[in-house]
């Protein structure tokens, strides 16, 4: 299978050319086509880029150096479920260190070295948090909102997208218990609704519920299954500016594309 990387420089594109030729060298059992895209220096031109690499699933190395251009690299990156490679700022980082001084003609740009490895942590952490409806009153800090009843895979999709950067909470929807007052205040935009079939999310809950000894009362009937997708499906229809996504049968990783191709598709609305 053909894989595709794409460089990103704000110059010639030489310094990221070379080092990368001289690491594929260890991989000549893989079939690379690389895309040089040099003297970049505006926004619209990373994303047409970004744009170009996502239809291949492409890898991104760069060696960009302006600092509104890293962090938009990076952010594009994320939604677009992209590996961005950063070659000039791991070593630049280590020669500020060893000269004790950031040279002077590239101000500010250290505070975004480590960007990605931070907001990782921090997006990980916050998802920890706020799992399974705990610490509602900092929702607002979400940058996604995932809604749904018992076994709608809140919970690993939440990890799985934070392991990407992103801020994830995840509230339950108990049958006959209304959705906490700060979810309605959210921007509709983060607030994306989990659902799926009763017959599935039956079996699901029955294997719960056996692990559990039993102990599960009638969580798993699929009586009460249907009544609590009801339930939520009410909740859901009331919010109408609300993503639904359909889980039955999908991986993690599919669930999180479709969320993700959701949220481009919001933010390149004009």
Known sequence: ???????????????AKHSLRSALV?????DVQTHIRSNIRSEEQIKEIIEEAHLVSGLIVH???????????????????????????????????????????????????????FQRIEAIEYTLRHDDGQHVEELGGADIVLLGVSRTFKTPLSVYMAYRGWRVANVPI???????DIV????????????TISGRLAELRKARDKYLGGLT????????????LNYASKIFRTHPKWTVIRVTNKPIEEICSEILANIRRRKNKP
Do not use: W
């Open 26 to 30: 260890q991989f000549e059992v893989i």
């Open 217 to 228: 009362g009638h969580y798993s009937s699929r009586s009460h299954v249907h009544e609590e």
């Open 63 to 117: 060696t960009m150096v302006a600092k509104k251009l890293r962090h938009l690299i990076l952010e594009q990156g994320r939604l677009h479920e992209l590996r961005t490679i950063d070659l000039m700022g791991p070593l630049l980082a280590q020669l500020s260190n060893h000269f004790e001084n950031l040279p002077t003609e590239r101000p500010g740009i250290y505070q975004k070295l480590s960007r990605s490895y």
């Open 184 to 195: 309605l205040k959210l921007p509709p935009e983060r607030v994306f609704c989990l659902t």
């Open 174 to 180: 108990v049958l006959n218990i209304p959705v906490p």
């Open 1 to 15: 299978m053909l894989q595709h990387i794409f460089v990103i420089s704000d110059g010639t594109g030489e310094t």
